[in-house]
């Protein structure tokens, strides 16, 4: 009876799961590049780094990191600031 219950509640996280991936929208890049002929397309870029302070939108942690880094900045200037005579 345990293994029927854990193959029912296995099974049915497959099923969201698999529901949730199938009801996702693509995005629009994918649609665009599908209907683009292979001959047409234009050669991608160099990718460049962002520059300090300045993290792609897609790369969340590198801007997190960057705000924390600019408020222990922000806070020690305050402190400096507030213990000059």
Do not use: C
């Not at 029927?4 to 629009?28: D, K, M, S, W, Y």
């Not at 880094?69 to 305050?78: C, G, K, L, N």
């Amino acid at each position: 009876m345990r293994a029927f219950l854990i193959f029912v509640i296995v099974a049915g996280l497959g099923f969201v799961f698999l529901h949730q991936r199938q009801n996702e929208t693509p995005p629009a890049t994918a649609k665009s590049a599908a209907t683009q002929s292979v001959a047409a397309r234009p050669t991608p870029a160099a990718l460049t780094p962002a520059p300090r302070g300045q993290a792609s939108q897609y790369n969340w942690m590198k801007r997190s990191l960057d705000r924390a880094r600019d408020v222990t900045e922000q806070s020690r200037a305050q402190t400096q600031e507030s213990q000059k005579p």
